[in-house]
Each structure stands twice: as C-alpha cells, then as structure tokens.
C-alpha cells in the first residue's frame, strides 16, 4: 500500500466524519528531516469544528491512532508525526521495484485513450535551431510520460512547409541563389537568401508584394512554385532528420501546413452556414469581441488564408482522425492568444471538444540574455551546439576515464544528453539563458551528474558480481543513510502522475537529481559491498536506483551510458 494512504486510513479513523480522506491527503505533508517523522498532520483545520487547542487535538488524538505499520506516531506541538515501520517498508519497495523492473510506476489513468502532441515544427529551409530544442524535448519526453499513465501519444512534426516564407525564399532564390549552392549547403544557402531578403526588403518594399505574388502562385498549383517549393521541402527534412536520429526522436506523422491546403474551404463553409464570417476591411474574421479576444482572421483580402484557419482544419482532422481524448500543443508561450482564439472559434462552431486541446506553452532560450531570431541571422545552430556539447563530454571523459570503451558513442550520449536535460529541468514555462559550460558539468544539477551516478551503481553491481538479491525473501533496511532514498524510490510513482497532470517533465529531471544525490550520499556512508547479513538488502537498493534512474533518464529521451 502506499505508504501516504496508510496515514490517510490512520487518520480517517480518529478526526471529525466531515473532514474528508482528501482533505486529509492535501493536507499531510512531508517533514524536512526523518527526524521529524516521513510525513505530518496538522491540527489547525481541526480547532474550530473541536473547539480545542491545535497542540491539544494532536496530542489526544495520537493517542487513539492505531500505530500498526509505522515504528511509531507522536505529536510535536500541533502536528501528529508518522514514522513509517522502516523495516517492512523497505522490504515491500525493493521486492516491488525488482519485480516490475520497468514498469514501476506503470498507471491505466488514460484507458489507451489516443492524445496527438503537436511538436517540433520547423519551417522548411531555415536550419533547427536553439529555438526548436524546447518544443521538440518537451513534447517528446510527455508522450513519454503519458505513456507510462496508460494514454496512446500520437507525435505530430506539424512542418512549417507552407506561407508566406516561400515566397520570399523564391524571391531570394530566382535573385541570388544557384541550384549547385543550394545542393552543395542546403540550409545554410536558404538561410542566406532569406536572411538577405530581409534586409533588402526594409529599403525595397516591392520585393515584399513579389514575394506575396509567388506565394499566391504556389497557392494556384503554379508548376514552377511548386518544384521549388517540393525540392526546398525534400533537402530541408533530410537535414532534419540528422537531428531528430541524434536526439532520439521520432514521429507519427509529418503532416504540416501544406496537408491542410485542400481542407480548409470546408472549414471556411461552416463558419460561413453558422452564421460566424464577418467582412472588416475587406478581410473575412470571426468576431470574439465578446471573449475579449481580438478578432480570429480566417481569409485575407487576396483569398490567401491565414494560420487560424489551417490550425482549425488540422484540429477538426485530428478529431475525425485520432478521435482524441486530449490534444497538445508544444508551442511557445507567445502564441498563447492564437490558441484562445482557435479554442474559441471551434466552441463557436459547435465543436464542444475544443475543451480537450490543452496549449504546452513555454519560455525562451536567450543567450547573453538576446532572444534568438531567424530573421536577423541571430541564430545558434543546435547541431553546432550538440557537437561542442559532445566535444565538451569528450574532454571531460578523457581526463576521468581515458581507458574508457566506446568513448565517442559515450560521449555522443553525454553530450545531447547535457543539452536535453538541462532545457527539461527548467520549468518549461521559464525562459533560461544558455550557457554551454555549466550544462555538460559531471558534477551540479545536470544531466551528466545523473547518468554518471546511474554509472556507479551499475559498476558497484558489477564488482558484486552476485545476483542472489533478486530472489532474496529478505530486502529489510533500517539503517538511516539508506532511508531517504527508500522513501525516494517509493515516491517515484507520484512522481510520474504530477508530471503528466502539470505536462511538466522538469518534475521528472529534478527528481532524478534529488535521488542521485540521495543516492550518493548513500554511497558515501555505507559499505555497500560487506559481506554480511545485509549484502542482499543493499545490492537490491543499488538495483532499485539505477532501475528508477534510467526510467527516469528515457522519460526525459536521454540515454544512461552504462559506463562513463
């Protein structure tokens, strides 16, 4: 049983009928140090209905507890402190851990309910940046969260393969590009041109209605366009591609804009038949005045359509489609007025199911506090920062460990993995400036520090050379330095279900942090490999570390080296 119920139970027996076994588990809380207990009571919401004393309440109601399961329970001022039975506990988590390996922390709260998660996104011939690290990691790593509560993810890369940038990209093209170059550096020389254009632009408005023009041609099926446009797209996701293999990332579908091109006159046809489409400077818009939202723009003046209406045609395809139970968005938190908008333009159309399209907003990545922007070539290509990441780890492996094996396929997984679980230990909503150093750090709050912690408990397993813990009866641990971390491991499945709840995977990282440390301090304390009565015990504990540690590592998408 869960070790916070027992309490829960414990208590339910003895306060006032009208509190509520849920009103009791909101408010237990866990003590800063085991000397207080593993977890605490307080007594305050109890006064008024008991007309006593906090400190009173608590200490009479201590002595009616049952103390079955806990070493003992005991009231400190107005608080009642549970001490669970550190023996059977111990000996219930390691047993659970070895047996389910895996699937340790597995839940069904999703019924294999399908959920599309609308993720990475990179316009077609601009080069994956810094920028596109956030919204790839973050929705990799909660489909891989929600996986293990039982839901069915569906990872959308909805490519930005259709706009206005393509005009401009042709402009640029037909101006100063050349077939060779392009094929000699694909997206750097696309880069290049665009980039240009917009330079150009700012003292030659013209070129702005020339690319509107070509856009407008890819729009009518122009043969020409097109071929550029389909050639762009081809070269731009091979290069793509070399990231997403390095990152470990994978996709359902690659369905983008250009997908929804032959959807969305049926889209404009019901917004029109209810009533919805209203003409304001020539443009078509739905009105949300009424939502104190500014107006949804769904057809321009020259016909062209808009993102809103291509972002409804790809909600109400993904419905018809997936038949979700919820659909996410992995978007950064800028565009949080567009998805108000696309919610309410679907309730308005009668889709009540807009309820369930839930926008994963986050921050930026600055560097030296500047926001990177395409448009003014400020950008830090992510290959270029992967490979110094990589290089970093490298260097770092040599002076550790320079008889290592493998050391480059190591290092390759040290170094992405450094970049992917710093952007996933920070809350996603905040933004964070970059600093390459103190990410690929063996030592801190990173990503190395965790893997190469899993690294030790792997080699201490390996020096035991002894896999009789795994069928051993007897698991018990009292002593204290392995307690925080029993507690640890068993917390591992709440852990999972506030992660999905928040589509906060930094829950998932800072928590693998605190159990490496936890861990290292165990390390640190104990003579794991005595052989004595204990050895089976602690060699278990070792296990049920590095078992939760790799969990914990794959839910972020980063690999655990088994030697570093």
């Given at each position: 049983?869960?070790?916070?119920?027992?309490?829960?139970?414990?208590?339910?027996?003895?306060?006032?009928?009208e509190?509520?076994?849920?009103?009791?588990?909101?408010?237990i809380?866990?003590?800063?140090?085991s000397?207080?207990g593993?977890?605490a009571?307080?007594?305050?919401?109890?006064?008024?209905s008991?007309?006593?004393?906090p400190?009173?309440?608590?200490?009479?109601?201590?002595?009616?507890?049952s103390?079955?399961?806990?070493?003992?329970v005991?009231?400190?001022?107005?608080?009642i402190?549970?001490?669970?039975?550190?023996?059977?506990f111990?000996?219930?988590?390691?047993?659970?851990v070895?047996k389910?390996?895996?699937?340790y922390?597995?839940?069904?709260?999703?019924?294999?309910?399908n959920?599309?998660?609308d993720?990475?996104?990179?316009?077609?011939?601009?080069?994956?940046?810094?920028?596109h690290?956030?919204?790839?990691?973050?929705?990799?790593?909660?489909?891989k969260?929600?996986?293990?509560?039982?839901?069915?993810?569906?990872?959308?890369?909805?490519?930005?393969?259709?706009?206005?940038?393509?005009?401009?990209?042709?402009?640029?093209y037909?101006?100063?590009?050349?077939?060779?170059?392009?094929?000699?550096?694909p997206?750097?020389?696309?880069l290049?041109?665009?980039v240009?254009?917009?330079?150009?632009a700012?003292d030659?408005?013209e070129?702005?209605?020339e690319a509107?023009?070509?856009?407008?041609?890819m729009?009518?099926g122009?043969e020409?366009?097109?071929a550029?446009?389909?050639?762009?797209?081809?070269l731009?996701?091979?290069?793509?591609q070399?990231?997403?293999?390095?990152?470990g990332?994978?996709?359902?579908?690659?369905?983008?804009?250009?997908?929804?091109n032959?959807?969305?006159d049926?889209?404009?046809?019901?917004i029109?038949?209810?009533?919805l489409?209203?003409?304001?400077?020539?443009?078509?818009?739905?009105?949300?005045?009424?939502?104190?939202?500014?107006?949804?723009?769904?057809?321009?003046?020259?016909?062209?359509?808009?993102?809103?209406?291509?972002?409804?045609?790809a909600?109400?395809y993904?419905?018809?489609?997936y038949?979700?139970?919820?659909s996410?968005y992995?978007?950064?938190s800028?565009?949080?007025?567009h998805?108000?908008?696309?919610?309410?333009?679907?309730?308005?159309m009668?889709?009540?199911?807009?309820d369930?399209?839930?926008?994963i907003?986050?921050g930026?990545?600055?560097?030296?506090g500047?926001?990177?922007?395409?448009?003014?070539?400020?950008?830090?290509l992510?290959?270029?920062?992967?490979?110094?990441?990589?290089?970093?780890?490298?260097?770092?492996?040599?002076?550790?460990?320079?008889?290592?094996?493998?050391?480059?396929?190591?290092?390759?997984?040290?170094?992405?993995g450094?970049?992917?679980?710093?952007?996933?230990?920070?809350e996603?909503?905040?933004?964070?400036?970059?600093?390459l150093?103190?990410?690929v750090r063996?030592?801190?709050?990173?990503?190395?520090?965790?893997?190469?912690?899993?690294?030790?408990a792997?080699?201490?397993?390996?020096?035991?050379g002894?896999?009789?813990?795994?069928?051993?009866?007897?698991?018990?641990?009292s002593?204290?330095?392995?307690?925080?971390?029993?507690?640890?491991?068993?917390e591992?499945?709440?852990?999972?279900?506030?992660?999905?709840?928040?589509?906060?995977?930094?829950?998932?990282?800072k928590?693998s942090?605190?159990?490496?440390?936890?861990?290292?301090?165990?390390?640190?304390?104990s003579?794991?490999?005595?052989?004595?009565?204990?050895?089976?015990a602690?060699?278990?504990?070792?296990?049920?570390?590095?078992?939760?540690?790799?969990?914990s590592?794959a839910?972020?998408?980063?690999?655990?080296?088994?030697?570093?």
């Open positions: 049983m869960d070790s916070k119920i027992l309490v829960v139970n414990a208590l339910s027996k003895v306060v006032p009928a509190i509520t076994a849920d009103q009791i588990q909101n408010l809380e866990k003590p800063k140090s000397d207080l593993d977890y009571f307080p007594t305050f919401i109890l006064a008024k008991l007309h006593k004393a400190n009173m309440i608590a200490q009479e109601l201590v002595s009616e507890i103390q079955d399961g806990f070493e003992k005991v009231n400190t001022g107005a608080y402190n549970f001490f669970l039975d550190k023996s059977s111990s000996n219930d988590i390691l047993h659970t070895l389910e390996q895996d699937d922390g597995n839940q069904n709260e999703g019924n294999n309910g959920v599309p998660i993720m990475s996104s990179p316009n077609i011939a601009k080069p994956m940046s810094m920028g690290l956030r919204s790839t990691v973050i929705g990799n790593s909660i489909a969260i929600i996986t293990k509560l039982g839901y069915q993810p569906i990872k959308i890369n909805h490519l930005g393969d259709w706009g206005t940038q393509f005009g401009k990209l042709i402009v640029g037909k101006m100063w590009g050349s077939k060779e170059q392009v094929e000699e550096d997206i750097n020389n696309l290049k041109y665009y240009r254009f917009h330079k150009e700012e030659k408005p070129l702005d209605d509107r023009a070509w856009f407008k041609k729009e009518d122009d020409e366009a097109l550029l446009w389909t050639w762009f797209r081809k731009s996701l091979a290069e793509f070399k990231i997403y293999d390095r990152l990332v994978t996709f359902d579908s690659y369905n983008g804009e250009a997908f929804y032959d959807k969305m049926a889209v404009i046809k019901t029109q038949d209810k009533g489409l209203q003409e304001s400077r020539g443009a078509e818009i739905v009105d949300l005045s009424k939502l104190d939202l500014s107006p949804a723009l769904i057809r321009k003046t020259d016909g062209a359509t808009l993102y809103i209406t291509r972002d409804l045609a909600a109400i993904r419905k018809d489609t038949h979700f139970v919820k996410l992995v978007v950064g800028e565009q949080a007025e998805f108000k908008k696309l919610k309410a333009v679907l309730k308005m009668g889709y009540d199911w807009a369930d399209i839930h926008h907003e986050f930026l990545i600055t560097t030296g500047k926001k990177l922007s395409t448009r003014k070539g400020n950008v830090i992510l290959e270029n920062v992967l490979n110094d990441a990589v290089d970093l780890a490298k260097k770092q492996i040599e002076e550790k460990n320079p008889n290592l094996k493998n050391k480059d396929e190591v290092a390759e997984s040290v170094g992405v450094a970049v992917v679980f710093h952007d996933l230990k920070n996603r909503r905040d933004s964070f400036d970059f600093n150093e103190e990410v063996f030592e801190g709050e990173t990503g190395p520090y965790v893997q190469y912690t899993n690294a030790r792997l080699s201490i397993l390996r020096k035991a002894n896999t009789d813990y795994q069928t051993a009866s007897d698991l018990t641990l002593d204290p330095e392995a307690w925080d971390t029993i507690k640890m491991i068993q591992f499945p709440e852990i999972i279900s506030r992660a999905g709840a928040k589509y906060e995977p930094s829950v998932v990282a928590y942090l605190k159990l490496a440390k936890s861990f290292n301090q165990y390390y640190a304390h003579k794991i490999l005595t052989d004595d009565s204990g050895l089976n602690r060699l278990a504990l070792v296990k049920s570390v590095s078992i939760i540690l790799q969990m590592l839910l972020l998408g980063v690999k655990a080296p088994e030697e570093m």
